[in-house]
């Protein structure tokens, strides 16, 4: 079965330090990634998506995400994070024409 | 661009009551979803319509919920009766179609609480 799992579940880092967020996938054949962001109060937004090529995707403010298909991982990071940043993240996937199906999401806090 | 729109935002309810949440997607997406997403969790789809064909309902309860898109633009998801655990966040997306690898857009979301 399709399933897309994050082990870490809240964390909380200072202004300035560096994110990853592990996530890992269960698919067989080709998959496509995704990470989401819902910053407090807002809609789930695109972060970024990985269909094929560079398995090292940049997205939108500084995140970037590296596919490794031989430990099905698709982590998102960033250098330096900015209290801004202060969010939940979900990775997600899918293949083919089916619906995502979402990680159970990480709870960001950054202090400044 | 206007963005997906749903309503109402937030709804309270009585168990074994009825509901009925509506979604309005970006005009000329032909895909639209409803997620169904618990407190700590993250969302988990419902069902995905093409167009007012339904193309995935293998995860809607249908012995209580039913979704209709009559015209292929709007939609509602209807919940009958209501069960304590439908208490979540009931989003609704929208992307232009599924070939090829189509940006799904949410919505903000109906938070409904079954008392």
Known sequence: AQSVSQHNHHVILSEAASLELGCNYSYGGTVNLFWYVQYPGQHLQLLLKYFSGDPL????????????????????RKPSVQW??????????????RALTF?????????P | ???????????????????AFWCNPISGHATLY?????L???????IQFQNNGVVDDSQLPKDRFSAERLKGVDSTLKIQPAKLEDSAVYLCASSWGTSGLPEQFFGPGTRLTVL
Do not use: M
């Open chain 2, 34 to 38: 409803w997620y169904q997403q618990i």
């Open chain 1, 84 to 97: 801004s940043d202060t969010a939940e993240y979900f990775c997600a996937g899918h293949t083919g024409r």
């Open chain 2, 1 to 19: 661009e206007a963005g997906v729109a749903q309503s109402p935002r937030y709804k309270i309810i009585e168990k074994r009551q009825s509901v």
């Open chain 1, 103 to 111: 990680g159970s999401g990480t709870r960001l806090q950054v202090q």
């Open chain 1, 57 to 76: 995707v940049k997205g939108i403010k500084g995140f970037e995400a590296e596919f490794i298909k031989s430990k099905f991982s698709f982590n998102l």
């Open chain 2, 40 to 46: 700590g969790q993250g969302p988990k789809l419902l």
